[in-house]
């Protein structure tokens, strides 16, 4: 079992930066990819972006690319997403996710096995 805790969420205002932590309590070789999904309220779940843990491929929803970026520290087992120019439409509770698999696209939700609590972002205009 995989714990994985958010961190760094916040209240910024329009075209400021966050930088969100997900920690995992373990490493485990059975994780191929993790990703970070946003929800808003009233709002579906949606990818925002996505590494592979060889770290040599990544994903971004087209709604951030360019202004966030994803990327990992394997000897802290830890993940981030960079997050600049930020937009009050993304505003969300901001989650982390890892799956065993490599089935499925990078942004459907249902792939993954694990996710964290959650951490929230605010940005004003």
């Known amino acids: 079992q995989v714990q994985l805790v958010e961190s760094g969420g916040g209240s910024v205002q329009a075209g400021g930066s966050l930088r969100l932590s997900c920690a995992a309590s373990?490493?485990?070789?059975?994780?191929?990819?993790m990703g970070w999904f946003r929800q808003a309220p009233g709002k579906e779940r949606e990818g925002v972006a996505a590494?592979?843990?060889?770290?040599?491929?990544?994903y971004y929803a087209d709604s951030v690319k360019g202004r966030f970026t994803i990327s990992q520290d394997n000897a802290k087992n830890t993940l981030y997403l960079q997050m600049n120019s930020l937009k009050p439409e993304d505003t969300a509770m901001y989650y982390c996710?890892?799956?065993?698999?490599?089935?499925?696209?990078?942004?459907?939700?249902?792939?993954?096995?694990?996710w964290g609590q959650g951490t929230q972002v605010t940005v004003s205009s």
């Open positions: 590494i592979y843990t060889g770290g040599l491929s990544t």
């Open positions: 996710a890892a799956a065993r698999g490599y089935q499925g696209s990078w942004y459907s939700a249902a792939k993954y096995d694990y």
């Open positions: 373990t490493y485990t070789y059975s994780i191929v990819r």
